[in-house]
């Protein structure tokens, strides 16, 4: 499959004289975790699909600096912020749409302040735009009724205000979309941001992501959607401990859509 | 009597107005210990926040129980003080229902007065209900021990005998009104306390007057002492709601502030022309360097130290809190009870110095609040979403979060890791940045 996957770079486009049409920022974990690099190529052959011309920064792109920030060191991520808005300021960028949440919201968010100023987009929301333009077709192939919760990303959801982009896309594969006890702006975290990824959790009597977890098999889902590379970490994890990953996959939406048409 | 009672209350009057004002210039005083930002901005978006907000109680009705109570006491507590409004003219002229002369709107609003009074009364002892028989498990948690319990239910004592006595003076004038006695004409409607005129009626005019001025007096003087109370309690959200809402953040709430110092500093690391050996700007050399996130309440922002006054400890941002909710130290809540405990104590600290702070050894950071409690947040914004006033916990952790990396080295080890992988490669994981593409072809 990896063969087909074409992934040209802001370098290759300038060189040919051209500009893509909007810059697939991956980010770390979409670069470099296993699980998430998955996730990246699902929303890549999407891309193919509809004929977007899109380029990534490839190793011109650094850590946004969004862990760094919510850890307290403010001078790390100002050091990676001017460095990534240098490179992307040098290829004109406009337009940029990203897998994870946190980078979105940084770039989104905490960039314009330092100079970088660029309509951002999770790609839940490009992948709805594509929709809406008759770019890309949804099918509900495999998941057409399967029972699917959507985990609400902090970063993306109460940071950001968008919870309609991703369940949109849900409905749209033909699924039952049911809603855990706690979502939307009363998401409960997965226990990752804040650069809790990094580290262990302070002593106290569960982990988050197994308390998420938990309400997720409450509404006996066949799917959880996720749409952000370490909320679908935990998740995978708290599923892995209650010992449901038999029956329950944890997959992010971009997978679902490029899955269900076999792609 | 003559005119003594009209003395007495006028003295009453302004001995309650006096010190309350005085402890107001207090907590403005101590709120401008904060650090000075700019919240002037988009003045019809904060308006629009603080009618929906504050005056339309939009966020408390998410809970519907306890905000559909909250809105039978704080409608009560608004209209009823119009009533209030009344009973300081007559204790001033010494005259007996001053707006009765509005006739039959005069009966509607007294009539009004006692379904809202009674409809106080039921919510008030729900509210005691569920803090003291069903334990609500947000009422339990550790920081509301001692002090903070009392105080919630001194409140509710407060208001049920505050409402007690309004609908006792309204019966015991109804039956003055029915049995014609001198200088009760006929006034009102009286829904509720109508049902106490069996009581009422065996007794005599001299004992129905006795009750009626007893329940009159303690009345008025039990609001002076509940407004008097409010700035010892965690009651003041009743007034400070209003500004709170106000001030409260316009931005997505993803979207922290970039430290203005730092980016001054990065921006010169950046240049390539800056010249590392010149002399610093006039002036710049007897500036205090720039203290990099906060350790004290004076490093807080004048908005952080509003938060922590208007804060009534409801704890709807702790119990929505996933730390929390998964037994660790932290508390959203406590983070603005210790912030509003460590003001008072440097503003009493200010009052014994006359005017000036003297060191006392302590600080917020580490005397009221531990490393633990700020390293367990997840920074997912449901304490700051759950707020029905627009506090914000979260912005206080990242400031301290922001002291304990900056100014004290002191991050956990894995996140120190974490910054240097950063630092070196462009990740939080030890890859190389030069390996970023390689998904593509594997």
């Known amino acids: 499959m990896s063969e087909l996957l074409k992934v040209p770079t802001m370098a290759e486009f300038m060189a040919a004289g051209k500009q893509p049409e909007v810059l697939f920022w991956v980010g770390c974990a979409g ?40 850890a307290g060191n403010e001078f790390l991520f100002q050091m990676q912020a001017v460095t990534n808005i240098e490179v992307m300021n040098a290829y004109e960028i406009k337009k940029i749409v990203t897998a994870c949440p946190h980078c979105f919201n940084t770039l989104k ?76 702006s009363r998401g409960l975290c997965c226990g990752a941001g804040g650069a809790q990824m990094f580290k262990d959790a302070e002593p106290g009597d569960k982990e988050v992501n197994i308390e998420r977890t938990e309400q997720a098999l409450d509404v006996k889902p066949q799917i959880i959607a996720a749409g952000c590379p370490f909320c679908n970490t935990m998740m995978t994890d708290g599923v892995k401990n209650k010992e449901k990953e038999g029956e329950i996959e944890v997959m992010d939406i971009a997978e679902l859509i490029a899955n269900a048409q076999d792609l | 009597m003559g005119i003594l009672p009209q003395i007495i209350f006028a003295i009453a009057l302004c001995i309650g107005l006096g010190y309350f004002a005085n402890n107001v210039r207090k907590i403005i005083r101590n709120i401008k210990l904060g650090r000075d930002v700019d919240m002037s901005d988009d003045k019809p978006q904060r308006w629009k926040n603080m009618a929906r907000i504050a005056l339309g109680q939009s966020k408390m009705v998410t809970r519907p129980i306890a905000g559909f109570l909250h809105i039978i006491v704080y409608v009560g507590f608004v209209i009823i003080n119009i009533e209030v409004l009344e009973i300081i003219i007559d204790g001033l002229t010494g005259k007996h229902r001053i707006f009765s002369f509005a006739g039959q709107t005069y009966d509607i609003l007294i009539g009004t007065f006692e379904l809202l009074a009674f409809g106080v009364l039921v919510a008030v002892i729900i509210f005691w209900i569920r803090r003291n028989v069903i334990k609500l498990k947000r009422f339990m948690s550790s920081e509301m021990k001692g002090w903070p319990k009392s105080d919630g239910n001194i409140i509710l004592y407060f208001e049920v005998v505050l409402m007690c006595l309004f609908l006792t003076m309204n019966g015991a004038d109804l039956q003055l009104q029915l049995n014609g006695a001198a200088g009760y004409h006929t006034a009102g409607s009286f829904p509720i306390s109508q049902w106490l005129l069996p009581i009422f009626d065996s007794l005599s005019n001299a004992t129905l007057i006795i009750i009626e001025r007893t329940a009159w007096w303690f009345h008025i003087l039990g609001i002076l002492a509940f407004l008097n109370y409010l700035y010892f309690s965690k009651h003041l959200h009743i007034l400070l709601a209003f500004p709170n809402t106000f001030y409260g953040n316009l931005k997505p709430k993803g979207q922290f502030e970039n430290l203005e110092a730092v980016t001054t500093e990065v921006m010169m690391m950046m240049d390539p022309d800056a010249d590392p050996f010149a002399a610093a700007p006039e002036g710049a050399e007897d500036e205090v360097p720039a203290k990099f996130g906060a350790s004290d309440v004076q490093d807080l922002s004048w908005v952080n130290l509003l938060n922590a006054y208007t804060c009534t400890e409801c704890g709807r941002c702790t ?62 914004n449901a304490c700051v979403e759950a707020c029905p006033v627009s506090i914000d916990p979260l912005n206080i952790i990242m400031q301290m979060r922001q002291y304990l990396v900056m100014e004290q080295s002191a991050a956990p080890m894995e996140l120190n890791n974490m910054m240097t992988n950063i630092e070196n490669n462009g990740a939080p994981w030890p890859y190389n940045q030069m390996d970023r593409l390689n998904w593509k072809d594997e």
């Not at chain 1, 099918?139 to 950001?160: M, Q, S, V, W």
Request: hydrophobic share 30%.
């Open chain 1, 31 to 70: 670069s470099f975790d296993d699980r998430a690099k998955k996730i990246t190529k699902a929303f890549v052959k999407l891309l193919n699909n509809a004929n977007v011309e899109f380029a990534v920064l490839g190793t011109e792109e650094s850590c946004t600096g969004d862990p760094a920030k919510r």
């Open chain 2, 319 to 380: 119990s929505e809190c996933p730390a929390n909710q998964t037994g660790k130290k932290l508390s959203p809540r406590k983070i603005m009870m210790d912030t509003r405990d460590r003001l008072e104590e440097v503003g009493k600290n200010i009052d014994v110095n006359k005017g000036v702070f003297n060191d006392d050894g302590k600080q917020l950071l580490g005397d009221y609040i531990t490393n633990e409690e700020l390293w367990a947040c997840t920074s997912c």
């Open chain 1, 109 to 184: 968010n905490e960039y314009p302040g330092l100079g970088g100023n660029y309509e951002v987009m999770h790609h839940t929301q490009f992948l709805k735009s594509l929709l809406t333009e008759g770019r890309l077709t949804i099918e509900g192939g495999k998941y057409k009724g399967k029972r699917i919760t959507f985990h609400d990303p902090c970063y993306l959801g109460r940071a950001n205000d968008v919870y309609e982009a991703p369940r949109d896309l849900i409905r749209k594969l033909d699924a039952e979309l049911v809603e855990m006890k706690s979502c939307k």
